[in-house]
């Protein structure tokens, strides 16, 4: 049953960030709901759940959606790992770290994805890629980390503290 729960997850994941974000905002960016699930999984369940998320939620975007296969793939990958050198540092019950990991991370992802197309040839400038690409996506993605927060919170066993 929750092998099931989870393929309904990924699903319903791929069709907010494939069909409906773009029907919300007519823009040139959108938020990334993808990223924040694989941030958001590696700091409530650690590395390797999010290195198994990272890699089907990196590969799910590059291939359905992207046309560019890596550009979101190995981003997803690095922001694991560095991800989760600070795991042990954070306190999982408070909203407002998530909002502000998850912010930080899509900016670390903005900074490898500017890395690998101005690498692999493409005549992008680097504060107006920043600028107009990935600021405004980080205070959504924040957002939805703070919403997924929550929604990750609710599915949490809770221990009874024993005073």
Request: charged content about 5%.
């Given at each position: 049953m929750r092998y099931i729960?989870?393929?309904?997850?990924?699903?319903?994941?791929?069709?907010?960030?494939?069909?409906?974000?773009?029907?919300?905002?007519?823009?040139?960016?959108?938020?990334?709901?993808?990223?924040?699930?694989?941030?958001?999984?590696?700091?409530?369940?650690?590395?390797?759940?999010?290195?198994?998320?990272?890699?089907?939620?990196?590969?799910?975007?590059?291939?359905?959606?992207?046309?560019?296969?890596?550009?979101?793939?190995?981003?997803?990958?690095?922001v694991v790992y560095l991800l989760s050198f600070v795991k042990s540092h954070v306190y999982e019950e408070r909203w407002y770290w998530s909002c502000a990991i998850v912010g930080i991370c899509t900016l670390i992802d903005g900074i490898v994805r500017y890395v690998m197309i101005s690498s692999s040839g493409g005549d992008i400038i680097f504060f107006s890629y920043i600028g107009h690409m990935v600021m405004p996506t980080v205070f959504w993605n924040a957002v939805l980390g703070g919403i997924g927060h929550i929604l990750m919170g609710l599915t949490e066993e809770k221990e009874d503290y024993i005073w």
């Open positions: 729960a989870l393929v309904m997850l990924c699903c319903g994941l791929y069709f907010i960030q494939a069909q409906l974000l773009p029907a919300i905002f007519h823009t040139s960016w959108l938020p990334n709901c993808i990223l924040t699930a694989v941030i958001l999984v590696t700091i409530f369940k650690g590395r390797k759940t999010g290195l198994i998320a990272a890699v089907i939620g990196g590969s799910i975007h590059d291939i359905l959606i992207s046309n560019f296969f890596g550009l979101h793939l190995f981003p997803y990958i690095i």
